[in-house]
């Protein structure tokens, strides 16, 4: 079966210190991998997106950049952290091959920036 | 632009019917689905509908009108774990997913 796994599951970081997110997925091929931030009261929004290794959309402009160095890991990363990167990031694969919302969402990172 | 609307809260009682409804306006329309988020945790996938009509899985059901731009998911027989957020997204004409912001579910006993 399939998994997907991220971390850190909570972080507390200063402005303007980095970041470093890791999300791994199991038991599939080539995924379509995905970086969600979700604030309070407001939907999810996508932040990046991958069809494969090195490929990587941004769907808004940002302080954040995302990697794909193998098929089934996906990173988000920041040099440097504004307050407004608070929030709680979700990473989330879905098959490839094929156009389906039904996403399958890690467990989440909640991240605090002071 | 593209909206997804949705109530912000809804309160209802163990052992009750609730529904939830969900109006879109996107540019184009390849499906729309429904999640459900528990506090603090990841979202997991409920329901699909891609035609007009109801889809019935279990206590949980989900209607969508095309025309109407509109979906509502139905909640049966209410149980305290149905406490959660539900999420009404739909995916647009380039296959993207456009989220409501999300209606907390509040059940009391």
């Known amino acids: 079966s399939q998994t997907i796994h991220q971390w850190p599951a909570t972080l507390v970081q200063p402005v303007g210190s980095p970041l470093s997110l890791e999300c791994t997925v199991e038991?599939?091929?080539?995924?379509?991998l995905y970086w969600y931030r979700q604030a309070a009261g407001r939907g999810l929004q996508l932040l990046f997106y991958?069809?494969?290794?090195?490929?990587i959309s941004s769907e808004v402009p940002q302080n954040l950049s995302a990697s794909r160095p193998q098929d089934r890991q996906f990173i988000l990363s920041s040099k440097k952290l504004l307050l407004s990167d608070s929030g709680f990031y979700l990473c989330?694969?879905?098959?490839?091959?094929?156009?389906?919302?039904?996403?399958?969402f890690g467990e989440g990172s909640r991240l605090t920036v002071l | 632009g593209q909206n997804i609307d949705q109530p912000t809260e809804m309160t209802a009682t163990e052992g009750a019917i609730v529904q939830i409804n969900c109006t879109y306006q996107?540019?184009?329309?390849?499906?729309l689905f429904w999640y459900q988020q528990h506090a603090g945790e990841a979202p997991t996938f409920l329901s699909y509908?891609?035609l007009d009509g109801l889809e019935e899985k279990g206590r949980f059901s989900s209607f969508l009108s095309r025309s109407k731009g509109y979906s509502y998911l139905l909640l049966k027989e209410l149980q305290m774990k149905d406490s959660a957020s539900y999420l009404c997204?739909?995916?647009?004409?380039?296959?993207?997913?456009?989220w409501g912001a999300g209606t907390k579910l509040i059940i009391k006993p």
């Open positions: 989330a694969w879905s098959p490839s091959g094929r156009e389906t919302g039904e996403l399958f």
């Open positions: 509908n891609v």
């Open positions: 038991g599939t091929s080539n995924p379509n």
């Open positions: 991958s069809v494969g290794i090195g490929q």
């Open positions: 996107t540019s184009g329309f390849n499906g």
């Open positions: 997204a739909v995916m647009d004409s380039n296959y993207q997913l456009i």
